[in-house]
């Protein structure tokens, strides 16, 4: 099996890390960059390797149309650990918006 060096299992978030201030101030940057989130949201996706598993690729079904993306090795730490964060953030945020005053959705 091949190794990645740069991938750190140390490094993959845990529950609170969300909280972090880096982490707050690239969401929010991301977030400003962004834009419109309900005027891109996605119909569809689909993710699966390529067939040396060097890439992993993504399709994205947005108006009908679909998009192509891949994410290689060497990024796949940063990938896993953003994605993390950012449902992480995303579930607390749903929960607090959602839910009822007394804490039950």
Same mark, same amino acid.
């Not at 390529?50 to 990938?79: H, M, N, S």
């Given at each position: ?17 969300? /909280?972090? @201030?880096?982490?707050? +101030?690239?969401? &929010?940057?991301?977030? $400003?960059?962004? !834009?419109?989130?309900?005027?891109? /949201?996605? @119909?569809?996706?689909? +993710?699966?390797? &390529?067939?040396?598993? $060097?890439?992993? !690729? ?48």
């Amino acid at each position: 099996m091949t190794h990645f060096p740069d991938f750190d299992p140390a490094t993959i978030p845990q529950p609170g890390d969300q /909280h972090n @201030a880096d982490v707050r +101030a690239r969401q &929010a940057a991301f977030q $400003e960059a962004f !834009g419109d989130f309900q005027g891109a /949201h996605v @119909a569809g996706f689909w +993710a699966g390797p &390529a067939p040396k598993g $060097e890439w992993v !690729g993504i399709i994205f079904e947005v108006d009908g149309k679909r998009l192509k993306v891949a994410v290689p090795f060497t990024l796949w730490q940063r990938f896993g650990n953003e994605y993390a964060l950012a449902m992480m953030t995303a579930a607390e945020l749903a929960d607090l918006a959602y839910s009822n005053p007394g804490g039950k959705a």
